[in-house]
């Protein structure tokens, strides 16, 4: 969708549902996302905001679910998610050090736009993911401002850069270069096919225990360029951000997005201690008014036994968006001159075959 | 409703909501409870069953959900309500040893009701729920048997009696008797007048724990019974199941019956650590079907604004049933001669006024 | 301890267990408490920090847990504290819409402590918990700067106003002026005497749901002074700071705070929909290093039989911090004319009798 | 082990932690396993029993901790292991429909070994587990009678059969014939070699989904024997036990059992609606009193940072118990001529390499 070569540009095809039309989280209609970059020596860093729908969200707030795969991690805005199950920002993803400025921004965004919120209406709850990015960036340093994140609100669009860029700048995965990767699989019910997209912030894992489609390419990878290097102990985190078009209870998206661990899982994850994993999910297909209705709302939801569907869907697609994030990024060299190679400079100079 | 005096009997009046007609969880349409009491020298027990609607709940579930006030305890079925919102059995109260028999009935019953179960569709979720009723009570005995289930299930009825019946026959509250109790509060909205009906088995809490409406009974009924008893180290548990008509989805009611703990905190407990305290809740809103539908589920749900009140009614009807149980019991000499006082009789010997 | 008059002085006694010296959260051996209350007409709102020990806190972790009673908050931290079973950061308490500046405050305050945040070892996980404070508090303002947090932790003392100061300066408590508040218990076991301390940040309640000690204090004050006001319809929140020097697992812990609910209750609180309600409690009794250990750690539990007494503690300390909350306010004028009367000064002017 | 052909013996190998002696959950001191094996026509199920140690478990019970994967299950017992923390019966598996004889049984046999239970003691939380053998079982029958429950646990030995035996007789995986699996991993730490024993009982999974050690040979399979039958819809479900030998915290615990779902995943599993897939885990490295002491209890945890081992560790064994569950399996004709495929008989006929 971008111009990178992506995944399925090696030939390597995830799972057995086909892909939407951008295999893009944006492929769910409405979902934005938009990046700031700051790359400069030991800043390496940025900003991703992933936007759920083009209205106003805090006054047609978005079906919503949060789900810890693993909490050594800062994400705030959970609480009420799960108490409310309603989604009312956009999703503001940063390093971890800058989520207390990321949340006074998106604070700020949100009062702009609604001049009603702390004067005859409550307060709104800013949703901002994080994952830690110190290795290859000076993270004490802060680089992130306010103006960063209004910006990648501002450079929201259906169409969007993965791997090194964002809030993935500065981002690892499999002891590789990592950071934003995204999928998509469509969903054909008997009423009606919806669309499953995932955007990842990848940021885990060490490079043995790199798989792709069942192959063991990180213990490959390794026997052949760990003669220079000694394996890291990288730990890091994942932030997974799972949106649909799929008409689902609170509950039932819950049960759909703690399903994105068995993609993660067949990466390789062990899920390690000192990680972040999370994971955001929102259906945009019904929204839920702020103000109270004198009526009761009305909404509609898939049976039980459709979610199997789904459950699929979203494996596959976090599965292939954790890959999307590691062929697509770019070297870097950062912060103290640490570094960390690109999975496609290493694919040719290694002359690997993904399949 | 049911013949026995009851609180709003000694004049006093539990909160500012309207009561229902017979002031009982059978004033949400539909529901019945039946008792078997099992009650003879060493063998003080017995079962309750509610039924929640009258038709076939295996085909029409009803949306439910469970909370853990205090997990000392083995309530069944509470992993797949968690899961699925949903309730597809009635909900059976025993003692505590009993559970296994109780599950084997219901599990007896729904497959005579249903015999595709096991056949050409998947099992079923008996949901048992008990109180340790040890000191009265032979417990280790087991004097519950299948057919005390089936029984207590044919028995259900809009109209039941209250104190030392049913599962309650052998339970404390307050170092007192106790047993089953129920409540009912009124929720008038702009779309409708809804009702939310509260039975509890109450078996928990030391005598001078005890308020009635504020007013500390437990303490002045301690001084002036205590010359001859010391205080017992009463530990026990309490089960509160919650019904109503409201439209609300799984993570509504998941809100709705956490706030059963006001009313239970408002008697006096301090929730001691030895005892199972879970709060079943189902509303017959809507009805679920148990097959796959070929098009989307629709159904309604309240407005979050509109939930204070159901807050507000749950709290009150669980405090009044609570104290329901109490003025209701009779005294029990059971196991080796224990026993424990009926409240009604020390308010009369020790003409207490409870306003 | 503070020179105020508090509930005490009133001649109400909650519950049965003697309290600390102070009466206050700070009777937990090296706790510390300090506030900067920002007060000027539009402007009233400010900043409480809890220091949970003297040492460096990210070297030296405490064992923690968090519960919430009602999410609709945005309280910061509580997924690494729920994982991990450990506080890493003094408390900060303030107003909802500061929560950014406030994160990003005790980030760079941890940084400075630690230079090897972010270098050398992982990143930090500041606690950020709020109350909303827009009716009294032109919140969009937002008023509380960075200096403002440094400023209330180098304020930290074992002695500290309650009342309208720090982040309560702003905020309601059963229609009447609310705040911080704070009350302790002694616990006496066998194997030693312990303390529990709880300070709240009230914001929440309407008057005629008021009760003290049982006592209906807040209907018949709203009889009283209703000829010119109707009642409002608060919301509001409360946060729950519980310490203790009780040799507790995190498990154990989490047990405890829950039952910080049953003094809550007993004020008269029904638990609305729209308030985040959220506890956080720390147990200094073991002390968690941050460096790993070439050994096992080794630590003290109390048996589950222990229990009761830090039940009995927390929902009594709980209870007395509200209302110390409530009788220490001061009247308050604020944004748009809006007011809250002092519940001090309306005892005198009604006569009105707490006991 | 056990005279069977394991995975291992097809040169496959998972992971690269060390297996313990036996390559079983019994590998943990003091854990032994035994089944009763009901096999005739339409009966095809059983009993499986896990005694955690040797002693008795009511007087000195087990840190444990559970964890639903996916809650469409019956499974008993865990409310009680999530509050307190501990296990304090054997763990019985069996069929959906026999939970309610197993518990009877159950229970029954911990009154025979402690006569104080119910008398002067409190009662006791057995641990059932289930899944579903429907499709070559007449689950309705309800075969499992109290006595096959003694007998599994008097069967109980370090060394057992996998596959088609005990509550596995009639079991699924991945269309094949399933059932009992086990397998176990070392931890080399620094204060000492621990052991992670698991064992599975699989019900889950449609062959196209089956990987092993990576390589999709379900759907080679599938495209082998397909021509005659089309692909089932199993739903079913998987039950894990952890065991192990290292000093953990509940929490940790519970930490450590959730990562189960990693091996899992990489089998193949999507984790299905219709199924319940819990987690229960135990570690045998203190023994928590019944009865209440006078002083704390003091004991061990390994620091944070050891984490990371025992999540590889049981990864790793679950990922091996399934697919040991899976090659061990016999080939069964039960209800209606309904039937399974042994693995083993495939690998045979279709010379079919696993690696």
């Known amino acids: 969708m971008n111009g990178q070569k992506r995944l399925r540009d090696y ?13 893009s989280i944006t492929d ?27 209205g106003n969200l805090f006054k047609e707030k ?40 990321a949340a006074d921004a998106l604070i700020e965004y949100m009062l ?39 910006q990648a609100i501002s450079n929201a669009s259906p169409v969007f850069k993965e791997g090194t860029v964002g809030a993935g700048t500065g981002m690892l995965c499999y002891s590789l270069k990592g950071g934003i990767g995204t999928s998509s699989r469509m969903m054909q019910m008997e009423h009606g096919t919806y669309t499953m997209g995932v955007l990842v912030l990848s940021n885990f894992g060490i490079l043995s225990d790199l798989m792709i489609n069942g192959k063991p390419i990180g213990k490959e990878l390794r026997d052949a ?53 999370v994971v955001i999910g929102f259906s945009t297909a019904t929204k839920i008014p702020h103000e109270k209705t004198s009526h009761c709302l009305s909404f509609s939801m898939i049976h039980e036994e459709d979610m199997d569907l789904a ?9 292939e968006a954790v890959l999307n994030s590691l062929v697509t990024a770019t070297h870097v060299v950062g912060r103290d001159g640490n570094e960390r190679p690109a999975f496609k400079d290493l694919i040719e100079e290694f002359n690997i075959s993904l399949t």
Chains 1, 2, 3, 4 share one sequence.
């Not at 459950?311 to 599965?319: D, N, Q, S, V």
């Open 11 to 23: 030939f390597v095809n995830i799972g057995r549902l086909e892909t939407g039309k951008y295999n």
């Open 311 to 319: 459950f699929r869907a979203i494996g596959e697609a976090t599965e």
């Open 112 to 150: 702009e736009l609604n001049p009603e919120i702390g004067l005859t209406t409550g307060t709104v709850n800013p949703i901002i993911c994080e994952c830690n990015d110190m290795l290859l960036n000076d993270v004490r340093a802060r680089f992130v401002k306010k103006e960063h994140i209004f």
């Open 225 to 277: 360029i760990l003669t220079s290097r000694q394996e890291e102990k990288d730990k890091g985190s994942i932030i997974i951000i799972a949106a649909t078009d799929l008409p689902v209870s609170e509950r039932q998206l819950n049960r759909i997005i703690k399903r994105s661990v068995t993609g993660l899982s067949r990466t390789g994850s062990i899920i390690t201690t000192g990680s972040g994993e």
């Open 62 to 101: 978005l079906i919503a679910s949060s789900h810890v795969i693993n909490g050594f991690g800062k994400t705030m805005g959970t609480i009420q998610i799960n108490e409310l199950g309603t989604l009312e920002t956009p999703i503001i993803l940063t390093n971890t050090l800058s989520i207390g400025t």
């Open 28 to 54: 769910v209609e409405g979902v934005t996302v938009g990046h700031v970059t700051l790359s400069n020596k030991e800043m390496q860093t940025g900003v991703t905001a992933i936007l759920p729908h083009q």
